[in-house]
C-alpha cells in the first residue's frame, strides 16, 4: 500500500504524465516492481494509459476518492458557498487553504470574471510565506514557532518581491495582527496579488484562511483595499461563524 501511494505521488501539476521510468525513477523504485504497481493502480481506476502515447496519468477514480474527502470536511463545508458568492461578486478568484506542515493546501478555489483559471487550485500546495494565505495561516504561530517551521533556508525567493528572513515576516505578520488582513503583492508570482484573512475555529485558533486573487489590474489594490479588505474579512468572519467561532469580528480601520 505504501508504494502505491509513493507511485501515485510521483505525478505532479509539473508532470502529469510520465513514463513508466520517470514514475520508477520519481518513486525510488525498481523498473518492474514500478511497473507491476502501476498495472494494478491502471485496473482499480487509479491510473490510466494513453492508448497512443503509452504515458500514465492519474486515473479518473481518484475524483471519486477527493470528493468524497472534500465533502467530509468541514472547513470546506463551511467556507465552499462563501467563497463562490464572492468570486462571483468581486470577479476575482476565492481561495481557501489550510496549512499542512510547511506548506499552504488548497482546498477550494473559485474564479471570477476578472481572473480566469483553466486548471483547480484544490490539492495543490504552496509555499507559506510568498503569499497571503500561508502569512495567515502562519499567524497562529509565535516567531519562535515560525522559524522553526521555516527555517532561513527555506525563505526561498520566488520574484524580487518574495519577503526572504523573517525579520521582514514578523512585520508583515505584525500588521495582520493590527489590520485583520494580509496582503501579498507579486511575492510568488509577477502580476499576481492578492487579499487575504485568517479563518478561525470554535476555540479561537487560526484553522484556514480565505484570499481573492487575480492580476495586479483586477486587484488594484491602491484603488481597492478597502473595499476587498473588508469583503474578505467579512466573508472570513462568515466561515469561522459556521465553524463555531464567537469572538470579536476584525474590520479594518475607517471601514
Known amino acids: 500500500m505504501e508504494r502505491a501511494f509513493t507511485v501515485l505521488r510521483a505525478f505532479t501539476a509539473g508532470q502529469p504524465e510520465q513514463?513508466?521510468?520517470?514514475?520508477?525513477?520519481?518513486?525510488?523504485?525498481?523498473?518492474?516492481?514500478?511497473?507491476?504497481?502501476?498495472?494494478?493502480?491502471?485496473?482499480?481506476?487509479?491510473?490510466?494509459?494513453?492508448?497512443?502515447?503509452?504515458?500514465?496519468?492519474?486515473?479518473?477514480?481518484?475524483?471519486?476518492?477527493?470528493?468524497?474527502?472534500l465533502n467530509q470536511d468541514r472547513v470546506h463545508r463551511a467556507a465552499r458557498q462563501v467563497a463562490q458568492e464572492l468570486a462571483a461578486r468581486l470577479g476575482l478568484g476565492a481561495n481557501v487553504a489550510v496549512r499542512r506542515g510547511d506548506t499552504l493546501f488548497y482546498l477550494l478555489n473559485f474564479e471570477g470574471r476578472l481572473a480566469p483559471r483553466s486548471f483547480v487550485l484544490a490539492g495543490?500546495?504552496?509555499?507559506?510565506?510568498?503569499?497571503?494565505?500561508?502569512?495567515?495561516?502562519?499567524?497562529?504561530?509565535?516567531?519562535?514557532?515560525?522559524?522553526?517551521?521555516?527555517?532561513?533556508?527555506?525563505?526561498?525567493?520566488?520574484?524580487?518581491?518574495?519577503?526572504?528572513?523573517?525579520?521582514?515576516?514578523?512585520?508583515?505578520?505584525?500588521?495582520?495582527?493590527?489590520?485583520g488582513y494580509a496582503t501579498e503583492i507579486e511575492e510568488l508570482a509577477l502580476s499576481r496579488a492578492c487579499v487575504a484573512a485568517p479563518v478561525r475555529d470554535q476555540a479561537g485558533a487560526v484553522v484556514a484562511?480565505?484570499?481573492?486573487?487575480?492580476?495586479?489590474?483586477?486587484?488594484?489594490?491602491?484603488?481597492?483595499?478597502?473595499?476587498?479588505?473588508?469583503?474578505?474579512?467579512?466573508?472570513?468572519?462568515?466561515?469561522?461563524?459556521?465553524?463555531?467561532?464567537?469572538?470579536?469580528?476584525r474590520h479594518p480601520e475607517g471601514t
Do not use: M, W
Open 124 to 179: 495543490q500546495r504552496n509555499p507559506l510565506h510568498a503569499t497571503g494565505l500561508g502569512k495567515c495561516l502562519l499567524s497562529e504561530l509565535d516567531g519562535a514557532a515560525r522559524r522553526e517551521l521555516l527555517p532561513a533556508a527555506s525563505l526561498l525567493g520566488y520574484t524580487p518581491r518574495t519577503v526572504t528572513d523573517h525579520e521582514q515576516l514578523d512585520k508583515q505578520l505584525d500588521a495582520l495582527a493590527h489590520d
Open 19 to 69: 513514463r513508466v521510468s520517470d514514475v520508477a525513477k520519481a518513486a525510488g523504485l525498481g523498473l518492474s516492481t514500478t511497473s507491476r504497481l502501476l498495472t494494478t493502480l491502471e485496473a482499480a481506476g487509479a491510473v490510466e494509459r494513453d492508448p497512443v502515447s503509452g504515458l500514465y496519468r492519474l486515473g479518473p477514480e481518484l475524483i471519486t476518492f477527493a470528493g468524497v474527502a
Open 209 to 249: 484562511a480565505l484570499s481573492v486573487s487575480g492580476p495586479l489590474s483586477a486587484i488594484d489594490l491602491p484603488a481597492r483595499e478597502a473595499e476587498l479588505s473588508r469583503a474578505v474579512i467579512e466573508a472570513a468572519d462568515q466561515i469561522s461563524v459556521a465553524l463555531g467561532y464567537a469572538g470579536p469580528h
